[in-house]
């Protein structure tokens, strides 16, 4: 049972989102103006979103709501969105008076940030129920490719969660491969398009910073989320995905290299191989259950 219920005669909604980093939390209501809640917290209704329906069930299934809403200033920024701001954000959702409001009066669901598309100046994000991460794969499975992230951190100093932060040890090297002897800084010389542009000072080996990072520190580009290098040669960078903003000639940056999970990428590139969690050796499905022929 709950607790408390709000006034069905004067009923609204309201949800609260607070990221796990450092960004300001949101408030927000489908009231048609802004809520003083009696904590003096403000509620906006001038971000343009709206709630799909949320559905309460007697089984332990989990509920989806999708959140959309538009880009614009003084709500979710497209800025937020591509950097990450808001992943994994906790969204509290609650029912209140609009006559006389209080923050979290009818608790309706505690839910996380979940998968992003923006589309025309328009989002749509996921929001994913508690109950969900009991539907979560947890333990690990063979591979042989490697499942821990390279330095066990990217650019810009975000750290792996533990189950992806295995690539520094705790083995018998457990210092491993530290990012700051890797990284690298330096400018760009020409630019192709948004997936690809160049830096003809680069003298690393072709695909060194396959499968690497990148993220700028000028330009129009700069303080965003780190991208992801898809082939490196000759100076020539090539994204998986299209910078958000045009890059310029001039626009520096900082990279650091990639590893593409195979054991000899952590054996001849960075020789830690002691903390590879790949199992190559191990047979694969197709291997184990042939059938044996006769001589």
């Known amino acids: 049972m709950k607790s ?9 909604y309201c949800a609260r989102i607070e990221p796990v980093g450092d960004q300001p939390v949101v408030r927000l209501t489908s009231y048609p103006v802004a809520l003083k809640m009696s904590n ?7 971000s343009g979103y709206e709630f799909s329906g949320m559905a309460a069930t007697s089984d332990m299934s989990g509920s989806g709501v999708d959140l959309d809403g538009i880009l614009q200033a003084g709500a979710i920024t497209l800025d937020d969105l591509q950097v990450g701001a808001y992943d994994n954000a906790r969204v509290y959702v609650f029912a209140t008076s609009w006559a006389a409001p209080v923050e979290d009066e009818e608790e309706l669901a505690l839910m996380f940030f979940g998968k992003v598309d923006i589309t025309d100046h328009r989002y ?4 994913m129920s508690m109950a969900d991460v009991l539907s979560q794969k947890v333990g690990r499975n063979y591979s042989p490719s490697c499942p821990w992230t390279l330095f066990d951190q990217h650019l810009g100093g ?7 932060s295995r690539c520094t040890g705790p ?9 700051a002897d890797y990284l690298v800084t330096g400018a760009l010389t020409a630019v192709a398009s948004q997936y690809q542009f160049t830096d003809s000072s680069r003298a690393e080996a ?6 690497g990072e990148i993220r700028f520190t000028t330009g129009n580009n700069a303080g965003l989320k780190p991208t992801q290098i898809k082939v490196f040669a000759g100076g020539v960078f090539t994204l998986h995905e299209a910078l958000p903003y045009p890059a310029q000639v001039g626009d520096e940056y900082e990279a650091i290299p990639g ?3 195979r054991r000899e990428d952590c054996r001849d590139k960075y020789g830690n191989t002691v903390n590879s969690g790949g199992q ?14 006769g001589a």
């Open 4 to 12: 408390h219920v709000a006034d069905y005669r004067t009923r609204t």
């Open 40 to 46: 003096g917290e403000v509620y906006q209704a001038t």
């Open 124 to 127: 749509r994000v996921q929001l």
């Open 158 to 164: 975000s750290l792996i969660a533990t189950d992806r």
């Open 171 to 179: 083995r018998a090297n457990p210092d491993g491969p530290q990012l």
């Open 206 to 211: 072709d695909d060194w910073f396959g499968y």
């Open 259 to 261: 590893c593409r999970k």
């Open 280 to 293: 190559p050796d191990v047979p694969s499905k197709t291997q184990y259950t042939q059938r044996g022929r």
